[in-house]
């Protein structure tokens, strides 16, 4: 059960996606129960997402479209608590996997499991916190993630410290959580021999979490010294118009793109930036392991990232990638300078992030995960 799946683009929706999909390489039937994309105003879709499809081996069912208001997420509950009943006692369901956030897709969950006796498993990507919730939403949703996650049988992490903050938050038994490390698809994700007309790419939400906005702002600064540079924003949000607006000529900005797509254009860069802000500034304590720095690192590229916390787990400085002061503009540049300068070491630290993303697949993950499901 989730929130996100394609064809919404992003994070969650590629581990929803890689989850699944290695789980029914390993032999399981999977059954996917998602909220429809276009009821969700974050998603933007023109066509309504099909009710139920048979998807690369998973059976995706989503919930019937309801056009984007105040009231969705009260509504999606009970609904799609009723619609994951259907489906359990359908099919046979041996145990209910509910992925991030655990206050709204895990209630639901955790309803279904009651009303089935189907053990209920957590995979927390991300803890309730963030500068754009109101703060009834903040409470409430504080209130629901703290009670899904003393109910759950198992919780799998995708990054260690986060074990720690659901411990303090839940107080609940360590032996229950499960780190199972976010992983890359290196067969899709690869080095590729074209040409590099990209100095410096960005790869994310266009939300203050995601901090495009200081890759933006040192790309500005960058092209006051050298107008030929070029530099692209792939990926879509709430702060796109405002960078586009607030951008010079040769940042050039693509929307959210399929992520098949994706390989070739990290590979048409020099370099990659992952420029996320102080955990502080957006109210998000939550250790970070992205989908999309790991993507950048199997494809062979050097990888600037801030050094926040969770990224010293896959960059170590110098070797797989390089740390920057979060929110330094001036630091943010200075390490892009350097590393365009620099072919030979950004060769060389992109060799090694390679080798770093081989041994950190969703096959492997997935095989985590498969021990945590079957032996609850």
Not at 145 to 172: Q, S, T
Not at 312 to 334: H, Q, V, Y
Request: proline share 5%; aromatic share 8%; charged share 25%.
């Amino acid at each position: 059960m989730a929130r996100w799946f394609f064809p919404h683009v992003g994070g969650a929706s590629i581990r929803v996606y890689q989850t699944a999909t290695n789980l029914v390489k390993l032999g399981h039937e999977v059954h996917l129960l998602v909220h429809n994309p276009k009821s969700v105003k974050q998603c933007n879709l023109e066509q309504n997402a099909l009710p139920y499809e048979e998807y690369d081996g998973i059976y995706v069912h989503r919930l019937a479209y309801f056009k984007p208001n105040s009231l969705y997420w009260g509504m999606s509950i009970p609904l799609m608590a009723k619609k994951a009943v259907d489906i359990i006692k359908k099919e046979k369901i041996d145990v209910i996997l509910s992925h991030n956030p655990p206050y709204l897709v895990g209630t639901s969950s955790w309803i279904a499991s009651k009303f089935t006796n189907t053990p209920l498993i957590l995979n927390v990507h991300d803890v309730w916190g963030a500068s754009h919730y109101r703060k009834h939403e903040y409470i409430i949703g504080k209130h629901l993630e703290k009670f899904c996650i003393k109910r759950a049988k198992k919780i799998i992490v995708p990054c260690k410290e986060l074990d720690e903050i659901l411990l303090k938050r839940g107080k609940i038994n360590r032996t229950k959580i499960v780190v199972a490390p976010t992983g890359v698809d290196t067969k899709l994700f690869r080095p590729m021999n074209i040409p590099e007309d990209i100095d410096a790419l960005f790869v994310g939400n266009l939300a203050p979490w995601s901090g495009a906005e200081f890759f933006v702002n040192a790309a500005n600064k960058l092209l006051e010294k050298n107008k030929d540079l070029r530099f692209m924003v792939v990926g879509d949000g709430i702060q796109r118009k405002h960078l586009e607006e607030s951008s010079q000529t040769n940042i050039s900005f693509t929307g959210a793109i399929p992520t098949d797509h994706l390989p070739e254009i990290i590979n048409r860069s020099k370099l990659c930036v992952s420029s996320f802000p102080k955990p502080a500034s957006v109210k998000r304590e939550t250790p970070i392991r992205p989908i999309s720095t790991l993507e950048f690192m199997a494809c062979g590229k050097a990888v600037i990232i801030s050094d926040v916390h969770g990224i010293r787990d896959i960059i170590t400085e110098g070797k797989t990638g390089f740390l920057s002061k979060p929110e330094n503009i001036e630091d943010l540049a200075d390490k892009i300078v350097f590393l365009l300068k620099n072919k030979e070491i950004r060769d060389n630290v992109g060799k090694n992030a390679r080798k770093f993303a081989l041994d950190n697949t969703w096959e492997k993950t997935t095989k985590i995960v498969e021990k945590a499901i079957t032996t609850c």
